[in-house]
């Protein structure tokens, strides 16, 4: 495995680092077996792990308890030393729709991989779904693929350059990687916090409805059409496309009041925007007009949110060289 591991084998400690995502088209859809379009952002988790006396995440002794996703990514990389002292430091906003959860669990599975002998790309995200799936009982492997393959993807779109497939056993969701049409975003979080397990299970109950079939039908067109527009590397389509996404998703219900306030501060600044992950609280995306990034930044800000201007990760999640102590 160490040879051709994406991630290489190393000895403690070690620091994990992994990007945010943000999805662009098909949230929720991409559950059903939608296609999904989403790109690693440049806000960062890093997890740095070595062995210790006892377990500990940030100074809790019982961090099984208290993190849904720890206990299953530890016994996943099991046997590593049962006793590890793990700390963080991230930028991506918690449960915000960005895959803080994600990029943490992509982190630490890094570290953890690392410490196995190393770990090819693609199997990294496989078991970081897997990581995922066992804490959150629902979803798609959207967020973790793209935080372990960085840059940009789809998911369930045929005819792109494959990178892996994924799969929980009832439904396959193949993973592809996309061009980046070379853009800078701008992300607004609402500061509303939300469960993803909470709005998937609502919105599956909503197309389990008899018009289901028919929304998912426009989630796919337009997702498609979404997709056409990046590789024509169109703002204005792309912009066009968003709005009718956001539509879509306020029709199956989890727009919130917050966004849309968000939404309409930040248009007149943007070719289009829209709520991105989960919803129902959370985060917009919205994509600027050549020089307004910053102006789309201030409007956000005026309204309350925490407003960042972001680019794609260039990679995804990776190892980096441990901090090395000098006090001794
Ligand atoms: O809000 P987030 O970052 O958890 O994104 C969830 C995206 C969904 O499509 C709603 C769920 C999923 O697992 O794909």
Request: charged share 20%.
């Amino acid at each position: 495995m160490a040879e051709t591991a994406d991630v290489p084998a190393r000895s403690f400690p070690l620091v994990g680092r992994a990007p945010a995502k943000c999805i662009l088209f098909g949230e929720h859809a991409v559950v059903h077996g939608g296609p999904e379009v989403l790109f690693a952002v440049d806000l960062y988790t890093q997890v740095s792990v070595r062995p210790a006396e006892h377990l500990s995440l940030n100074g809790d002794r019982e961090p099984r308890a208290h993190h849904p996703y720890l206990g299953p990514a530890l016994d996943r990389f099991a046997p590593v030393p049962p006793h590890l002292e793990i700390r963080t430091i991230s930028r991506i906003p918690r449960a915000a729709g960005l895959g803080s959860s994600a990029a943490f669990v992509a982190a630490l599975s890094a570290a953890l991989a690392s410490a196995r002998g190393g770990i090819t790309r693609a199997a990294l995200a496989a078991e970081c779904f897997a990581i995922e799936r066992a804490a959150q009982g629902v979803g798609s492997p959207g967020d973790t693929s793209a935080t372990v393959a960085g840059r940009w993807v789809s998911l369930n779109v045929g005819g792109a350059e494959p990178l892996w497939e994924i799969s929980d056993g009832q439904r396959s969701w193949p993973v592809c990687r996309i061009a980046d049409p070379g853009w800078s975003w701008v992300i607004g979080y609402s500061g509303i916090p939300r469960s993803t397990g909470k709005a998937v299970r609502a919105v599956s109950e909503r197309l389990a409805a008899a018009d289901g079939a028919s929304l998912l039908e426009r989630f796919r067109s337009v997702a498609l059409r979404g997709l056409d527009a990046l590789r024509e590397v169109d703002p204005e389509a792309v912009g066009r496309l968003m709005e009718e996404n956001h539509r879509l998703l306020t029709e199956v219900g989890v727009s919130h009041p917050r966004l849309e306030a968000l939404l309409e501060a930040v248009r007149p600044a943007c070719y289009g925007a829209k709520l991105t992950g989960a919803g129902a609280g959370g985060s917009i995306i919205a994509l600027p007009r050549p020089g307004h990034a910053l102006e789309a930044v201030r409007r956000l800000t005026r309204v309350g949110a925490a407003a960042f201007s972001v680019t794609v990760a260039p990679e995804g999640a990776s190892l980096l060289e441990p901090p090395v102590r000098t006090d001794r």
